[in-house]
């Protein structure tokens, strides 16, 4: 079973509000990911971090931030929500290299209205 | 990142064995590669991953060609709960993060 919870699964919230998306794995996987994905769309990467202190932009721009003070904790933050942020956020985690599998939370599935 | 080549869709009956090509003709020589899959309204799930032999796992097999430019995962007896969207991607020393493609979506008859 994979270790790996975001929170909430759904939010529904207006525009111009600031939200915060919770991603925690309970693995000490270093390497953490957001990806975003559209209904019946692919699967894009928006960040990266390798650990404590590391943050990268992904192959998708996007004007979420992220923070990882804590190994377990990856949070996404959106300072102002707009409709067209609407979409499921995915977090995931996995040890380094090209040989381990990645783990994925059940996603967050955000509306912004 | 080298790209993967997958049918759009695939159908198959329930307990039936299930194919799902895929195409790698520029994968270099220290590319894995991982399948997995994601099932209706969840985030994806690893299913396997090789690099030059053939893989078996609880869930599938990997069958690589020996020139690896392709790969096939294999379902030995389907179920409906095998109906998702089957990615095949290839994971090689830089790589940041996975990158998906579209994947083929795997449809389960009953």
């Known amino acids: 079973e994979a270790d790996i919870y975001q929170t909430p699964r759904y939010l529904v919230i207006g525009t111009g509000k600031k939200i915060t998306l919770e991603c925690s794995q309970t693995?000490?996987?270093?390497?953490m990911y957001w990806y975003q994905q559209d209904p019946g769309m692919e699967l894009h990467l928006i960040h990266y971090s390798y650990g404590v202190n590391s943050t990268e932009k992904g192959d998708l721009s996007s004007e979420s931030t992220v923070s990882r003070i804590r190994t377990e904790h990856f949070p996404l933050t959106l300072e102002s929500a707009r409709p067209s942020h609407t979409s499921q956020y995915l977090c995931a985690s996995s040890e380094m290299g090209r040989s381990t599998e990645a783990f994925f939370g059940q996603g967050t599935r955000l509306t912004v209205v | 990142d080298a790209k993967t080549t997958q049918p759009n869709s695939m159908e198959s009956n329930e307990e039936e064995p299930v194919h799902l090509p895929c195409n790698h003709s520029?994968?270099?020589?220290?590319?894995?590669i991982h399948w997995y899959r994601q099932l209706p309204s969840q985030g994806p799930e690893y299913v396997i991953h090789g690099l030059t032999s053939n893989v078996n796992n609880r869930m599938a097999s990997l069958a690589i060609a020996e020139d690896r430019k392709s790969s096939t995962l294999i379902l030995h007896r389907a179920t409906l709960r095998d109906a998702a969207v089957y990615y095949c991607?290839?994971?090689?020393?830089?790589?940041?993060?996975?990158?998906f493609g579209k994947g083929t979506h795997l449809i389960i008859q009953p």
């Open positions: 693995m000490g996987h270093d390497k």
């Open positions: 991607i290839l994971v090689g020393g830089g790589a940041d993060g996975l990158t």
């Open positions: 520029t994968i270099s020589g220290t590319d894995y």
